[in-house]
């Protein structure tokens, strides 16, 4: 097992890095940045704010200026040089500073991180925890009118996109009948109020549309799979075998079926941990939850890259992560697969 680690912990380092630096050279090789962003808002802040001076005559920066801030972020290096500076600092935990918001990028994360980690660890506890025994039952009365049904609804919930339905529940609950707010984690009780389970109450209310969003598609795809992964099982010959033999249909179930159709399930389970950090920046954009994805969204749109840079890294630390903890999963579910040396 101990060799297994290490080759997986080696070949971590290879991965990373080239998903970094394919990154880092496509913010570089992209139009537009944070320094022509800057140069554009103070532009129109020089054109709009002077009585004195005709749109387009001057610049609002000077070309030593414009020198000057690509020196100070680093762009005026060449790709490579720029980033081994990029990995330098980041041996350090030092991910930079935000050309948006002139904050260390790790504060930044790390102020957001909390509001994702909620999201990702209750969506991904409550998928799993009903999708599970939901694709079971299904699989056992396929064919059945709960079958049936609750197949169409599931269907239903698996076309539609998260913030598709993100849209249709704010419409109907938050604007029309004013069940629910329109967005955000916390609202005024949440800081007004003198106990926890005030504070969690204001929590869990802002949280039940975003919530419902963020399960709907993965809810879907789990429960589907957990039932299809049990009926090919059901009716392989090692569980007509066992029965044959004398063994309870639901032992058989239990005892045979039921194990190797989580191993499909526990190969992914360590990816949910990518899920944990970003959920679905859309939902967080429309629901204006200020969790990971929505500061990189407004990162992308703004140019801001040493923020896009930041979440990009620890997204591929998670993923790479994730990928090892599948492999101990399937270990764990299916008893032939060993760590040899």
């Keep these: 097992m101990l060799s297994y680690f290490l080759r ?65 972020y680093g762009l005026d290096k060449p790709v490579l040089e720029a980033y081994v500076d990029w990995l330098g600092k980041l041996a350090n935990l030092d991910l930079g500073e935000s050309t948006r918001y002139y904050e260390p990028v790790t504060d930044m994360i790390a102020e957001r991180l909390p509001v994702s980690l909620f999201y990702g660890g209750m969506t991904f506890f409550i998928s799993y925890f009903i999708s599970l025994p939901l694709g079971y039952y299904k699989a056992l009365k396929h064919g059945s009118v709960f079958d049936s049904s609750s197949s169409v609804l599931i269907f239903i919930g698996f076309a539609l ?15 029309h009948l004013e069940w629910f707010p329109m967005g955000g984690f916390v609202g005024d009780a949440y800081y007004d109020a003198t106990s926890f389970w005030e504070r969690a109450k204001d929590v869990m209310w802002h949280a039940v549309l975003p919530l419902i969003c963020y399960l709907i598609g993965d809810f879907a795809t789990l ?19 066992a029965i044959a033999k004398g063994l309870p249909f639901r032992s058989a179930v239990r005892k045979h079926a039921l194990r190797n159709s989580l191993i499909p399930i526990a190969s992914h389970f360590g990816n949910s941990l990518l899920f944990f950090m970003t959920g679905a920046f859309l939902i967080e954009v429309i629901f204006n939850i200020n969790g990971i994805g929505l500061l990189g969204y407004e990162s992308i749109m703004e140019r801001d890259y040493p923020v896009v840079m930041g979440i990009v890294a620890i997204n591929a630390l998670l993923l790479l992560a994730g990928n090892i903890i599948s492999d101990i999963c399937v270990a764990l579910v299916d008893p032939r697969v060993k760590f040899g040396s």
């Design 8 to 72: 997986r912990l080696l070949l971590v380092i290879p991965t990373f890095l080239g998903i970094t630096i394919l990154i880092f050279g496509i913010t570089r090789l992209v139009p537009g940045g944070p320094v022509e962003r800057m140069m554009t808002q103070m532009q129109a802040q020089a054109d709009g704010g002077s009585s004195l001076q005709r749109a387009g005559d001057s610049s609002a920066l000077s070309d030593d200026q414009i020198a000057e801030l690509k020196a100070f």
């Design 223 to 241: 429960t589907m799979t957990m039932k299809n992964n049990l009926m090919e099982n059901l009716s392989a010959d090692y569980i007509r075998t």
């Design 161 to 175: 996109p998260g913030y598709v339905v993100g849209v249709l529940l704010i419409t109907l609950f938050s604007y």
